[in-house]
């Protein structure tokens, strides 16, 4: 019966999508990849808002369901299969739909729900698409790298112009054979940065190179793996011809989106890098790269553990451990496999049993850390989702005044939910 009920909702928002689109004239940007396609779609939104009027959630909707929803600006309804809520749902896309007001959507798509992608690709004809970066982040599921890049560049493929990561040599490569298809990147592509510091706040610094000249900015991002959200969004204004000024100045005013290494004020006048939204091996060891390059008293790495790695799950945590032993002078583990295998590998690289805290809970380690963090010290905190969810521990550590709902990650009544009932609460 659920089945049944998804494949009408499905198929009724897909033609409400058509129906606006037949009536009024719509630029269709699409984001895919592995990783970073919510803070790319997020950048590009808030630059070409700028200047138009645009439609983008800052939410992770990329699948057969929440895309759709995007387009309207709408969320998925709680309990997901009351008729009601549904109806409530279909009279607000009704009202909005009268008079669509935006001339730019921008979407994101799931690169591992390819057919479902495929069909809105078909009647949404996006002017722009987007290929972030390409990675093997689940690493349980058995499907190789190779079927990864194939199937985003699909995806990405179903558009006049195909704007993709020219630093990733797998990508590079398939966009040397296509006309339509421009590159940007740290290193490579028509549109990149060059010169890249960090400023005495934690802030990078760079000169990015256009069509149309260099302008050096100051961004309000902290790792460099996030600079690629900002040159996706350059290079998508730039191809709409936006003047390069603009575009700097635009992408100096952009911050992080939640969960995705936002710099924080903490408790006690400490600052906090909430990591939050998700963890793999790869980007756990680059958000501990970051802990370690922005000045602080002492580097504070709270990490929970990362779920979805299969056979590789021990070595993984193992490895994690002995990179935090390297960049952090205190490292605090949740979970299970970060108290087993995290532990080991930070002890195996020499960090003191002493400045190793394991907690069964981010309510537990968040708490204990208000108790001992001052003005000079400077957390990360970085975890998976499911049964981990360190954004609790990020929550405890905000500083008065700021808003948990506005800057952290699952904060509604229904994860609230979740997290409860997850720790037995």
């Known amino acids: 019966m659920r089945k049944l009920s998804k494949k009408i909702v499905v198929s009724r928002l897909a033609n409400k999508i058509q129906k606006v689109l037949k009536s009024h004239e719509v630029v269709i940007i699409v984001v895919t990849g592995s990783v970073g396609k ?10 070409l808002s700028t200047e138009h009027q645009v439609r983008f959630s800052e939410d992770s909707y990329n699948t057969d369901i929440g895309l759709p929803l995007s387009f309207f600006g709408l969320k998925v309804p709680t309990p997901l299969w009351d ?5 409530r749902v279909f009279q607000k896309i009704n009202t ?7 001339e730019i959507v921008v979407l994101e798509m799931a690169d591992d729900e390819l057919e479902d992608m495929l069909k809105f690709l078909k009647f949404i004809k996006p002017k722009y698409s987007v290929l972030t970066a390409v990675a093997p982040v689940h690493l349980e599921r058995t499907i190789s790298i190779d079927k990864i890049i194939r199937d ?3 995806i990405a493929s179903g558009a006049s112009n195909i704007i993709y990561n020219a630093d990733q040599p797998e990508l590079a490569a398939l966009g040397s054979k296509s006309k339509k298809a421009t ?3 740290l290193k490579n592509g028509a549109v990149r940065f060059g010169n890249i510091s960090r400023n005495s706040k934690g802030y990078l610094v760079a000169e990015l190179s256009l069509p149309d000249g260099k302008f050096e900015i100051t961004t309000k991002m902290i790792g460099l793996h996030s600079l690629g959200s900002l040159l996706a969004a350059a290079s998508v204004a730039s191809k709409m011809a936006m003047p390069g000024s603009k575009i700097a100045k635009g992408l100096s005013r952009i911050d992080g989106v939640n969960g995705r290494m936002k710099l924080l004020a903490g408790a006690n006048g400490s600052r906090i890098i909430d990591d939050s939204y998700n963890a793999s091996p790869k980007a756990v060891c680059s958000a501990l790269d970051t802990l370690a390059e922005i000045p602080a008293g002492r580097r504070i790495a709270v990490l929970g553990s990362m779920v979805e790695l299969g056979d590789a799950s021990d070595a993984e945590h193992y490895k994690v451990g002995k990179h935090a032993a390297k960049k952090a002078d205190m490292l605090i583990t949740i979970g299970k496999n970060a108290e087993i295998h ?3 590998g930070a002890k195996d690289a020499g960090m003191s049993p002493d400045d190793i805290k394991i907690f069964k809970t981010p ?3 968040g708490h204990f850390l208000k108790r001992i963090i001052d003005k000079k010290d400077l957390v990360l905190v970085k975890g998976s989702q499911n049964g981990i969810f360190t954004e609790e521990a990020t929550r405890i550590l905000l500083a008065p005044g700021l808003n948990p709902s506005d800057v952290l990650v699952r904060q509604s009544k229904e994860w609230k939910r979740k997290k409860r009932k997850a720790f037995g609460l």
Do not use: D
Request: aromatic share 18%; proline share 6%; net charge positive.
């Open 363 to 365: 309510y537990e380690a």
């Open 183 to 185: 590159g940007f990147g």
């Open 342 to 344: 995290m532990v080991t």
């Open 152 to 154: 985003n560049w699909k």
């Open 38 to 47: 919510t803070s790319t779609k997020v950048a590009i939104g808030k630059l």
């Open 96 to 102: 909005i739909s009268k008079n669509y007001p935006y």
């Open 83 to 87: 008729p009601s809520a549904w109806h």
